[in-house]
């Protein structure tokens, strides 16, 4: 029996919650029994769970059994001794925990673990190490994790360096993937013939992931290619400052914000792109752990523009499935991007290699394997 732990599953989405739910469905395929532990911070349990009236809901899915639990640090106790008492009766293989390794309740599930015999592990995704590091009251347990777990799965080679050399042997690459039944569906659709060249974004609406450099650097694209058109899938904190700036210079019609889509919409948004890009930046608590959003470009044989900070030269080969450009540099951003527009021929050669690595390499299937390995 698998058991892990976390704080990012769905109906909130990311990264992370991806990786979960995908972990989670094909280790039930595999034929393993599944027991998630699911925390929830008070905003996301007052918006989506605050209807059920308690602290404690016992769901499924996928064929797992998934117990949602409102957490706030007061009731940490609690929360590890309502799930002890569900566990009475079993026996984990494995206790993985995959998000909360900086708090008290990731420790607490990792000793529960080795006392009773599992084989015990964490997940880092870079992020969560970054920005704990400043702060010993997250940092001290994060370590201490680290040094608990007997496996520690990361998400990119880049991640694998900010640990400790001393713990870096129990460090395992586990990168993620893509559903490729998921999005077979639209896999045929392709850029539409209106002469529109459209430049796609699609992650949060933060800083970190440069959307203002983007914005700034389609700015200086529509001097030569006048029709390009700039698409920005997502929502966040940045969303209402990254708009005004749309406004500011003078872009109204010329990029298009979604909001949020999941599913055939968001896949539709990659199909129709002629490039994808997210030129993210790297700072002292934050970088990008890897960015499966461009497997997803890949999948639909599109170019991906990124930035060689963190994960993202894992994830995107610079001159053969995409190009790598200079954080925060606007005229190289502007530069690759008009080359992918005008060279077709280099486009679609980078796009087809994009295509063929993702489906050698990046399903979930072989991701949750890669997972399953780590523990034989």
């Known amino acids: 029996m698998f058991f892990l732990v976390t704080f990012d599953f769905p109906p909130s989405i990311g990264g992370i919650q991806t990786r979960v739910n995908n972990y989670v469905h094909n280790l039930v395929k595999m034929g393993h029994d599944v027991v998630l532990a699911h925390m929830i911070e008070p905003e996301e349990w007052e918006r989506y769970f605050s209807r059920f009236g308690n602290d404690l809901i016992v769901d499924s899915s996928h064929g797992a059994t998934v117990f949602r639990l409102r957490y706030d640090v007061g009731n940490t106790m ?89 713990l870096r042997r129990k460090g395992r690459i586990l990168y993620p993937g893509v559903d490729i039944e998921e999005l077979k569906g639209v896999e045929e659709v392709g850029p539409s013939h209106d002469g529109v060249k459209r430049i796609l974004y699609v992650g949060r609406l933060v800083r970190r992931k440069g959307p203002d450099t983007l914005v700034r650097a389609f700015k200086r694209l529509l001097d030569i290619h006048p029709n390009a058109k700039l698409v920005i899938v997502g929502d966040g904190p940045y969303a209402g400052q990254l708009k005004e700036l749309v406004e500011e210079l003078g872009l109204g019609d010329k990029v298009e914000f979604t909001g949020i889509l999941r599913g055939r919409s968001l896949y539709l948004k990659y199909a129709e792109c002629d490039v994808f890009a997210m030129p993210s930046r790297q700072t002292k608590t934050d970088m990008e752990g890897f960015g499966m959003v461009f497997l997803e470009a890949g999948f639909f044989r599109k170019p991906s523009i990124g930035t060689p900070t963190g994960g993202i030269p894992e994830a995107v080969l610079d001159g053969e499935t995409g190009l790598l450009v200079p954080q925060g540099d606007e005229m190289a951003l502007r530069d690759a991007m008009d080359r992918l527009l005008v060279d077709e021929v280099f486009a679609r050669r980078l796009g087809e290699r994009a295509h063929e690595r993702v489906i050698s390499e990046f399903t979930w299937e072989k991701a949750t394997h890669r997972f399953f390995e780590m523990y034989k």
């Open 78 to 166: 609690k929360i590890f001794l309502t799930i002890l008492r569900y566990l009475r009766d079993k026996r984990p293989d494995v206790v993985h925990v995959i998000s909360g390794i900086n708090l008290a309740i990731g420790n607490l599930f990792l000793l529960y673990g080795i006392l009773r015999g599992c084989k015990v592990g964490v997940s880092l995704f870079g992020k969560d190490f970054l920005a704990s590091r400043p702060n010993p009251v997250y940092f001290m347990p994060l370590i201490f994790s680290l040094s608990l777990a007997q496996r520690i799965g990361v998400n990119s080679k880049a991640t694998l360096g900010l640990i400790p050399s001393t």
